[in-house]
T-cell receptor
Framework: GAVVSQHPSRVICKSGTSVKIECRSLDFQATTMFWYRQFPKQSLMLMATSNEGSKATYEQGVEKDKFLINHASLTLSTLTVTSAHPEDSSFYIC????????????FGQGTRLTVV | KQEVTQIPAALSVPEGENLVLNCSFT??????LQWFRQDPGKGLTSLLL?????REQTSGRLNASLDKSSGRSTLYIAASQPGDSATYLC??????????FGKGTTLSVSS
């Protein structure tokens, strides 16, 4: 159990376009989902926390108008990178937690975004 | 603010060696600590989760210890194999928030 599916695994897009990444909890309901970004040879950095039905909480330095997060249901959260630029190229990964207070989170497979 | 540090950043060993990866964290008020494996270009595979009340966890050739008061954890890999080559990430969980990760140790095991 506790499977998180992330799609797509890889995407290449042109500069200026938008890209949507989906994160689904397949066999559990996730009240909280987290979005991370990982640059080459760096650690995972938290971008935002989203709770089902409410607005996402963004970490300092993350542009909320550029990285749109929607968590409309208990099994799906989406991250949309708007007007992507080459510097947005990175590895994006989501994780999901069953309920508030749970101490274990489960990770998706990640999405490699390349903006050309 | 919690900071997680992993030493060494990279490690190369011949097959068969036992090795230790180190993780330290600045704030001992954690719920748990988790070790992950990440293969190049891939997502995370959870290896071991140690609750704050536990001292160690074992899975196969892997053993993770936790000394919460001193802010340290170690991941011991016995009889290393080329298939163990990957980046190993340590992450701590505080108060139900998102995990805070170290930068990882990249392990290369040669045959």
């Amino acid at each position: 159990g506790a499977v998180v599916s992330q799609h797509p695994s890889r995407v290449i897009c042109k500069s200026g376009t938008s890209v949507k990444i989906e994160c689904r909890s397949l066999d559990f309901q996730a009240t909280t989902m987290f979005w991370y970004r990982q640059f080459p040879k760096q650690s995972l950095m938290l971008m935002a926390t989203s709770n089902e039905g409410s607005k996402a909480t963004y970490e300092q330095g993350v542009e909320k108008d550029k990285f749109l997060i929607n968590h409309a249901s208990l099994t799906l959260s989406t991250l949309t990178v708007t007007s992507a630029h080459p510097e947005d190229s990175s590895f994006y990964i989501c994780s999901a937690r069953r309920k508030v207070g749970d101490t274990e989170a489960f990770f998706g497979q990640g999405t490699r975004l390349t903006v050309v | 603010k919690q900071e997680v540090t992993q030493i060494p950043a990279a490690l190369s060993v011949p097959e068969g060696e036992n090795l230790v990866l180190n993780c330290s964290f600045t704030d001992s008020a954690i719920y748990n600590l988790q070790w992950f494996r990440q293969d190049p270009g891939k997502g995370l595979t959870s290896l071991l989760l140690i609750q704050s009340s536990q001292r160690e966890q074992t899975s196969g050739r892997l053993n993770a210890s936790l000394d919460k008061s001193s802010g340290r954890s170690t991941l011991y890999i016995a009889a290393s194999q080329p298939g163990d080559s990957a980046t190993y990430l340590c992450a701590v969980n505080q108060a139900g928030t998102a995990l805070i990760f170290g930068k990882g140790t990249t392990l290369s095991v040669s045959s």
